[in-house]
């Protein structure tokens, strides 16, 4: 019974996993291959039709490459700090509903389980700037933590927003709270307030300071390559699917049919909640193709000037709003 259990469970982790690593592949190659629209140019378009073998042939040359270790870095630290970055952006999906009843543990308290592990995700990048011994690569690292850190608060003000209005830090149950009426729409200011602190939390474009080329060359990666640079780089696409998955949970219905759209033969069978995903990944990489990066100093005042107290200030606003209803009713 035992060995039929931990079946299940591999095989439940292999079919939520496997989709997500050739997701990131592919999101690599979405990315390329709008920006290069955006540019006004072709984009990779040499391997297999359409440059679909285009991250086939990128891993395939980064699994060939040379690992080369500074000679003065902490080899130890600097060889764990992208396996721990890697292996946090996987474990986050463990409580990640994809569609009712598919979700490799399905636990009460999973919007906790995953602010406790994007918080882990800091030591990766600290680790990985500290141990290169490289100036570049810490200056990046103490970039990065700072931001993470700092956009962390705003989204846990934030969160707690959804789970006064839904009553339970399940993330399923947070969908099924929106079964009538998405959070988006009575919500707008806390859905809009953590689309920016989710491009800030995943160190994109326009808040990508860590990897300020003019400034740092490549932030606190800067000094790894081969497989240990495909670590973090598969690391950094997987996070951003995982909160584009997690502002579709917390505010767009899940996998909930659009209201008005059950009329239409069929819609109940469309993969609703990997639609609404696919729209936000394009919004990732619009967005880098269309804004210019913040200063730093204007990043951090952002966020703790203007996000966080609006953050906090709509919280207190629905705390109010759900006491006197309740005290009305």
């Known amino acids: 019974m035992a060995w039929e259990q931990n079946m299940v469970a591999l095989i439940s982790i292999i079919g939520i996993l496997l989709p997500v690593l050739i997701g990131v592949a592919y999101f690599v190659q979405i990315e390329r291959k709008l920006l290069a629209g955006v540019q006004r140019r072709r984009g990779p378009n040499i391997a297999g039709v359409w440059g679909l073998l285009q991250p086939l042939a990128d891993g395939l040359k980064l699994m060939g490459k040379e690992t080369i270790i500074p000679s003065n870095a902490n080899v130890v630290i600097y060889m764990i ?149 495909a670590l973090f780089f598969l690391g950094e696409y997987a996070n951003m699917i995982l909160m584009s998955v997690l502002i579709v949970i917390l505010f767009c219905g899940g996998w909930n049919i659009p209201v008005g759209l059950d009329w239409i033969w069929c819609a109940d069978k469309l993969p609703w909640l990997q639609i609404k995903v696919m729209i936000f990944v394009f919004m990732f990489v619009l967005i880098r193709g269309v804004l210019p990066r913040y200063r730093y100093d204007q990043l951090m005042v952002l966020g703790w000037k203007n996000i966080l107290p609006m953050s906090i200030g709509w919280l207190m606003l629905v705390i109010g709003l759900f006491t006197w209803f309740d005290m009305a009713v």
């Open 81 to 229: 700090a992208p396996i721990l970055t890697f292996g946090v952006s996987l474990i986050s999906w463990a409580v990640m509903p994809i569609g009712e009843g598919a979700v490799i543990s399905d636990i009460n308290i999973g919007l906790l389980y995953l602010l406790a592990v994007s918080s882990i995700n800091v030591y990766g990048i600290i680790l990985a700037g500290w141990a290169s011994n490289s100036k570049y690569a810490f200056m990046g690292a103490l970039r990065s933590s700072a931001q993470m850190i700092s956009y962390e608060v705003s989204i846990g003000f934030i969160l707690l927003s959804v789970v006064i209005a839904s009553g339970t830090l399940n993330l399923t149950g947070i969908v099924r709270a929106q079964k009538e009426i998405w959070y988006i729409i009575p919500m707008w200011p806390s859905f809009i307030l953590f689309y920016i602190s989710m491009l800030a939390e995943t160190n994109r474009a326009p808040f990508d300071l860590p990897e300020a080329e003019a400034e740092l060359v490549s932030g606190y990666n800067i000094e790894y390559s081969a497989m240990m640079f």
